[in-house]
């Protein structure tokens, strides 16, 4: 079984202030892990994603993310927020290996809201 | 390329109706996945059809229902509509080889009365 807990349900940072968006999750097998971002009225783009090698991970738009074995966790950061990043984020976790066949476990989301 | 084309956009229904959304997943890839999101429960997974077989599928009771056909092409159907059945449906499409890398669509509001 697998789950998702993601810290915080409403973040709120100033532009150009770091954001961190909390992730840890629960799996019995090795993982796969995904940050998706969701803009008002529209579905999850992808941001990154973890499958094997390197734990530190880059994606779109400066977001990455650090997968920590020791400590499940694998959560989201940007040195500087900008206005566009205000979105509301999910953490998804998958079986790795390929098996899941279309099914993430998503955590319930983060609210991300940048000031000026 | 085009992305993931979920249709209608937009659906009304009243309780005990049944209702059809469409979608039509990325040319080429061959798996279609379903999601329903609520504010309450968040995102969860329906079920997934890779060349017009169902691999996988969610705890969801058997109103809820899919298929695809041969072109890749994926509807879900709800039969017997009830109140809480209002959210928003996602479509997502992956090649089906096994990284799981999701393209989601729009989604279809549903909004049942």
């Known amino acids: 079984a697998q789950s998702v807990t993601q810290l915080g349900s409403h973040v709120s940072v100033s532009e150009g202030a770091l954001v961190l968006l909390r992730c840890n999750y629960s799996s019995s097998v090795p993982p796969y892990l995904f940050w998706y971002v969701q803009y008002p009225n529209q579905g999850l783009q992808l941001l990154l994603k973890y499958t094997t090698g390197a734990t530190l991970v880059k994606g779109i738009n400066g977001f990455e993310a650090e997968f920590k074995k020791s400590e499940t966790s694998f959560h989201l950061t940007k040195p500087s927020a900008h206005m566009s990043d205000a979105a509301e984020y999910f953490c998804?976790?998958?079986?790795?290996?390929?098996?899941?066949?279309?099914?993430?476990?998503f955590g319930q989301g983060t609210i991300l809201t940048v000031h000026p | 390329k085009a992305g993931v084309t979920q249709t209608p956009r937009y659906l009304i229904k009243t309780r005990g109706q049944q209702v059809t959304l469409s979608c039509s997943p990325i040319s080429g890839h061959r798996s279609v996945s379903w999601y329903q999101q609520t504010p309450g429960q968040g995102l969860q997974f329906l079920f997934e059809?890779?060349?017009?077989?169902?691999?996988n599928k969610g705890n969801f009771p058997g109103r809820f229902s899919g298929r695809q056909f041969s072109n890749s092409r994926s509807e879900m159907n709800v039969s017997t509509l009830e109140l809480g059945d209002s959210a928003l449906y996602l479509c997502?499409?992956?090649?089906?080889?096994?990284?799981?890398?999701?393209?989601f669509g729009s989604g279809t509001q549903l909004s049942v009365l």
């Open positions: 997502a499409s992956s090649s089906g080889t096994g990284l799981e890398k999701l393209f």
């Open positions: 998804a976790v998958s079986p790795a290996g390929g098996t899941s066949y279309g099914k993430l476990t």
């Open positions: 059809y890779f060349s017009e077989t169902q691999r």
